[in-house]
């Protein structure tokens, strides 16, 4: 069963920076696809970002030039560098992968944007 690790939340000011990183583990495959989604309260889960094993990358309109998605060095790993945080981007961010096995969720890290 994969596993998928993240990291990086916390409580920022508006304006302020964050970065997420996920792993994943007990896999031997790459995952093709790797991402971020989030869910505010009451609201669906999102897209934020995805980037393929090839670097091709796909951001939601609202984060576009402030969110930067990466693939790593390390084998299945991606970050998220969040800059410009605005309170509507407060949400539990859940890293993604798509690979041979399937879709994979990991347990998500709560970010907050608040003064």
């Known amino acids: 069963q994969v596993q998928l690790v993240e990291s990086g939340g916390g409580l920022v000011q508006p304006g302020g920076s964050l970065r997420l990183s996920c792993a994943a583990s007990r896999t031997i495959f790459i995952m093709t696809r790797m991402g971020w989604y989030r869910q505010a309260p009451g609201k669906q889960r999102e897209l934020v970002a995805t980037?393929?094993?090839?670097?091709?990358?796909n951001y939601a309109d609202s984060v576009k030039g402030r969110f930067t998605i990466s693939r790593g060095g390390a084998r299945n790993t991606v970050y998220l560098q969040m800059n410009g945080l605005k309170p509507e981007d407060t949400a539990v961010y859940y890293c993604?992968?798509?690979?041979?096995?399937?879709?994979?969720w990991g347990q998500g890290t709560q970010v907050t944007v608040s003064s």
């Open positions: 993604n992968a798509d690979g041979p096995s399937g879709q994979h």
């Open positions: 980037v393929t094993s090839g670097g091709s990358t």
